[in-house]
């Protein structure tokens, strides 16, 4: 049994925290992890935020640091770290191959509590790193992971288009390969491209073929001639940097393709569900702190004679935000275990459908309690500062944990195919036995 830890008060953290409840996921070096990023956030991040949203941009000292003291191979690799990667400094000297979902899920969760928006600015590293760890080359692996892991380089993912969003297949940045054969030639236009302003590489989905998904590929594009970046102005995560990129005929060596043509739809795809659990872990947290602090202030705010916690409607209000959060813990610890004991292949094929679901009830709950949250507040709900301030703050950042990593109703659609697809599977190897 562990000391307990962190804020005592009901549902402002996971139920593992108090020390006293069991749980089969969690191991010595998982509170390991959780006491070092707590500190270091509380060290690092505590009263810088705001200045850093100013400002856009995660300053480059601190983005260096983050790479001193571990954190970039992590937020790179997901829920395995390869052996490879054992080089560099791994958060709270947790070995590489010691590291789970249940680490990455625990770093997630206690960086978005010390500083919400600081996780818009690894974005790019989230999802731009795992297709060059999955799909590349040795040879381009070696050439370009070294900078991304030691900070030195950023990376983003380059999908979105003015013109498709959710319908990743109909993308039309075309990569024409030239008569030699060394280069590529890229034209089009990105979108919404989180951390693409300060990005030194694009992992980006081209078109090399033709129609559908059959005719993409994924190319690594470094910041060439050619290639005009412009921030688009957007209503929270200003750390994130998002970015309208334009590609007037880069010229690409063809070495830098990522993997095999005509693959790109698939590596989109696999890709999306490390990212939509990450959404998750995020939405969580964030219900955790409104709720957190729902919790306090109606224990202390006296109206009609008597504080908020004594009337019934209150209960009922945090009764209902609790069970949301927890039922969301639950489930997000499920798909974390799964995951951990599949191969990226087979997670993709089984789990694909389920994150999706798991990601649109995540962005309900956080949305839910970011709001039942700010009623309970009244005025100070609404204001940027005071005891209001981080309910006002996940309140208005709710779209971008629902928005990302595929439209609500696009990902309802997607989970239910895939399990009548997999039932259809099923069913029909069971019949053949």
């Not at 790193?129 to 590349?136: I, S, V």
């Amino acid at each position: 049994m562990s000391k307990a830890f962190g804020n005592l008060s009901p549902w402002a953290e996971p139920v593992w925290y108090n020390g006293e409840r069991p749980s089969p996921y969690y191991k010595e070096s998982h509170i390991k992890l959780r006491n070092f990023v707590r500190k270091w956030t509380e060290d690092n991040v505590a009263g810088k935020e705001s200045a850093w949203q100013e400002a856009g941009k995660l300053p480059d000292d601190v983005y260096q640091k983050c790479a001193r003291d571990g954190f970039l191979v992590p937020i790179a690799a997901g829920n395995k770290i390869p052996k490879e990667w054992a080089q560099y400094p791994i958060a709270a000297g947790i070995k590489a191959e010691e590291w789970d979902g249940f680490h990455d899920f625990i770093i997630w969760d206690e960086l978005y509590r010390g500083a919400p928006s600081i996780s818009s600015a690894f974005v790019g590293l989230v999802v731009g790193a795992p297709p060059l760890k999955q799909y590349a080359s040795p040879e381009l692996q070696a050439e370009i992971l070294p900078a991304i892991l030691t900070g030195r380089k950023r990376i983003c993912l380059a999908i979105t288009e003015p013109d498709a969003g959710s319908d990743v297949r109909n993308i039309t940045t075309t990569a024409v390969l030239t008569k030699d054969k060394k280069h590529y030639i890229v034209n089009g236009e990105k979108k919404w491209i989180t951390n693409g302003m300060f990005s030194d590489f694009f992992m980006t989905a081209v078109r090399t073929g033709g129609e559908g998904a059959e005719g993409m590929s994924m190319l690594l594009i470094p910041r060439l001639e050619g290639i005009t970046t412009r921030k688009i102005e957007i209503g929270a995560g200003g750390m994130g940097a998002t970015t309208y990129i334009t590609f007037d005929d880069v010229k690409v060596p063809a070495r830098y393709l990522v993997g095999k043509e005509g693959h790109g739809f698939k590596y989109t795809m696999s890709n999306f569900n490390h990212e939509r659990l990450w959404i998750a872990f995020q939405a969580l947290r964030g219900a955790r702190i409104c709720l957190e602090d729902a919790v306090a202030w109606v224990q202390k705010r006296e109206a009609f004679g008597k504080t908020l916690i004594e009337q019934p409607v209150v209960r009922h209000k945090l009764g209902h935000m609790a069970r949301q959060v927890d039922g969301l813990q639950a489930w997000i610890e499920s798909v974390v275990y799964e995951l951990d004991h599949l191969s990226h292949a087979k997670g993709s094929q089984l789990l694909g459908g389920v994150t999706g679901l798991l990601k649109v009830q995540a962005g309900i709950v956080a949305k839910y309690v970011a709001d039942e949250s700010q009623k309970l507040m009244g005025g100070l709900g609404l204001t940027k500062t005071g005891q209001g301030a981080r309910i006002e703050a996940i309140y208005r950042s709710v779209p971008t944990l629902i928005v990302p990593g595929g439209s609500e109703d696009v990902l309802l659609d997607l989970g239910v195919r895939e399990a009548l697809k997999l039932s259809h599977i099923a069913k029909k190897q069971a019949s053949k036995l």
